[in-house]
């Protein structure tokens, strides 16, 4: 309760004993009754004046004490950043730890310009005005510290308790950098890592795709000189009749087949294939090689096209049709 409000009751307690012993005097005459019962009259008009006055305050004293009685013989951290709590109450004391913009102490000892306080593994003095006490706890608490329900440990049971940054010793606060270092140095080497695995998985899928496709260059540029004469003979039967462009096509197309993955992986196996090849269905091909009236052209064709030329893209297949792209007589797609 407030000094003005202690105060007040304690003159209308005064008064009103006063005027209980001044209605218990009988001997008094009547002319002095009267004019003391005047007198009694406004001051008792006074008085019950100033006693209602201080009667209407009451709630409001009595829901103050109920708030700050959580704050009795403790403090709250009264400013934004760090507070430094010093081993002695004088300047230029040795630091023993910090106290953080939310931390709620114990008050030791209250002093004017220094206070002793402790929390958690922290025990020295702070100055005063860096700290919350009283109603002014109440008002920064409410700020800073929210009321937060948790549930206990050991049985579950849901608490109301204020949220708040816990004291720090020096060595409490040395033993989380270095974490915090090496937590950052481990994050740092895990991600370095992630790179290099990253990296080398990308570079050994690069050479496979390279051994992949020399292995598929070396596999048609080691093409016996049997298969480059049965290419140059379906060359021959396909478009013997084509410019030369259309013949080395023809050629890229069973060559597009050899590495496709979808039809054989070697050129006597692509041209015989059942129904692919209309002068291998029919024969004339074997007759062709029979009787070796391939021409140089269609040779050279079956050459250029062991050799890499393609005229066609990634054409798979050539006719008659409408679509793709037209060399010659062919549509090439």
């Known amino acids: 309760m407030r000094k003005e409000n202690k105060r007040m009751l304690a003159v209308v307690l005064s008064a009103v004993c006063v005027l209980t012993a001044a209605g218990m005097d009988g001997s008094i005459s009547v002319a ?6 005047t007198d009694s009259i406004e001051k008792t008009q006074t008085i019950s004046s100033a006693l209602a006055s201080v009667l209407e305050q009451i709630p409001e004293v ?17 400013v934004d950043g760090e507070t430094d709590v010093l081993l002695a109450g004088e300047e230029g004391s040795e630091v023993v730890g910090k106290l953080y913009h939310n ?15 402790s929390a958690d593994e922290v025990n020295g003095y702070v100055k005063s005005d860096s700290l919350a006490f009283g109603t002014d706890a109440v008002r920064r608490a409410d700020q800073v510290c929210p009321v937060v ?10 608490v109301r308790t204020r949220e708040s940054e816990p004291a720090k010793t020096l060595a409490q606060i040395e033993e989380e950098q270095k974490a915090a270092a090496q937590a ?44 480059q004469a049965l290419l140059a003979a379906l060359i ?35 041209i015989y294939q059942s129904g692919q090849f209309g002068p291998a269905i029919t024969g004339k091909l074997d007759a062709v090689l ?44």
Not at 239 to 262: D, F, H, K, L, T
Request: glycine residues 8%.
């Open 236 to 270: 021959f039967c396909e478009a013997g009749g084509e410019p030369y462009e259309g013949q080395v096509a023809v050629g890229a197309v069973v060559m597009n087949r050899v590495r496709s993955g979808i039809f054989p992986n070697s050129i006597t196996e692509v």
């Open 32 to 37: 002095s009754t009267e004019t003391r019962q």
């Open 62 to 78: 009595a829901a103050v004490a109920v708030s700050t009685q959580e704050w009795h013989q403790k403090a709250v951290s009264n």
């Open 184 to 227: 950052a140095e481990e994050a740092r080497k895990a991600e370095e890592a992630k790179k290099k695995a990253e990296e080398e998985a990308a570079a050994a899928q690069a050479q496979q795709q390279a051994q992949e496709a020399q292995a598929s260059q070396q596999a048609v540029t080691a093409a016996t000189s049997g298969e």
């Open 290 to 333: 029979a009787d070796g009236r391939t021409t140089a052209s269609c040779y050279q064709a079956a050459a250029d096209a062991l050799a890499g030329a393609n005229p066609i893209g990634e054409a798979l297949y050539f006719g008659n049709g409408d679509y793709g792209q037209l060399i010659g007589n062919h549509w090439f797609h």
């Open 149 to 158: 329900e948790k549930p206990m440990e050991d049985n579950g049971a849901i």
């Open 103 to 117: 931390t709620i102490v114990d008050v030791e000892e209250k002093g004017v310009v220094w206070t002793r306080v």
